[in-house]
């Protein structure tokens, strides 16, 4: 059974930093794609960052030189580090593997005050 868990939202002060950490079981993150996307409030879920099989990252333009997504193969996780938050990047942060998104996590949340 595929699991994804997701950690490390909370609540951070516009500038600041987090780093998100989805660990994976019944998985192999790198036999896969591996997404980290967001939802706010009233809105549709977006893709935030991709890091695929040969550990190449794709990012939305608005998350280019904030975060930075990275891969440790031997923990079987995926990170997201978040840097110069933004009161609009509130939101649930998901991970996503496996053909089409087949894969997500619960989620975590991630506040960032004004």
């Known amino acids: 059974q595929v699991q994804l868990v997701e950690s490390g939202g909370g609540l951070v002060q516009a500038g600041g930093s987090l780093r998100l950490s989805c660990a994976a079981s019944?998985?192999?993150?790198?036999?896969?794609?591996v997404g980290w996307f967001r939802q706010a409030a009233g809105k549709q879920r977006e893709l935030v960052a991709t890091?695929?099989?040969?550990?190449?990252?794709n990012y939305q333009d608005s998350m280019k030189g904030r975060f930075t997504i990275s891969r440790d193969n031997a923990k079987n996780t995926v990170f997201l580090q978040m840097n110069s938050l933004k009161p609009e990047d509130t939101a649930v942060y998901y991970c996503?593997?496996?053909?089409?998104?087949?894969?997500w996590g619960q989620g975590t949340q991630v506040t960032v005050s004004s």
């Open positions: 019944g998985l192999t993150f790198s036999s896969y794609a």
């Open positions: 890091i695929m099989r040969d550990g190449r990252k």
């Open positions: 996503a593997a496996g053909l089409s998104w087949r894969y």
